[in-house]
């Protein structure tokens, strides 16, 4: 019977692989990692211009999934994007993350990551930086 499995044969001329023996599966004592799993280590920047209040629910719910917000406050109103901050300031600190002003000029911009993100160096520092050079 043996000796008829190996003649036969797929539509390609391969031969099957012989079945996994039970003995050598069971004496594995070791934990299966999936390897596809590196999608999951990616770190994510959502840029984020607000068009009304009620698109930052989509800005917190990017927070929640430990993703970064980049928000562009250009042509927003002052008192929305006042509500804005506040509301995402408080998604950050409640999940342990960070947020940071990284543009002052007319055009505000913001910065806002979870837990799992740091925000390193500040606005006044690279502006110097930037300025010692010109």
Do not use: W
């Not at 250009?74 to 950050?92: I, P, T, W, Y």
């Not at 505000?108 to 606005?123: E, R």
């Amino acid at each position: 019977m043996a000796e008829e499995e190996s003649d036969e044969q797929d539509d390609y001329g391969f031969t099957p692989a012989p079945a996994a023996s039970n003995a050598v599966s069971a004496g594995f004592g070791g934990q299966v990692l999936n390897m596809n799993s590196s999608a999951s280590n990616k770190q994510e920047v959502v840029l984020f211009r607000p068009g009304s209040f009620n698109d930052t629910s989509k800005a917190a719910d990017d927070l929640r999934s430990h993703k970064a917000v980049i928000v562009n406050m250009e042509n927003v109103d002052k008192a929305m994007a006042r509500r804005v901050v506040d509301v995402l300031s408080g998604c950050v600190y409640a999940g342990g993350g960070d947020g940071m002003k990284i543009a002052q000029s007319g055009q505000s911009a913001y910065l806002f990551c979870p837990h799992n993100m740091d925000i390193v160096g500040d606005l006044e520092t690279l502006q110097a930086e930037v300025e010692s050079y010109i």
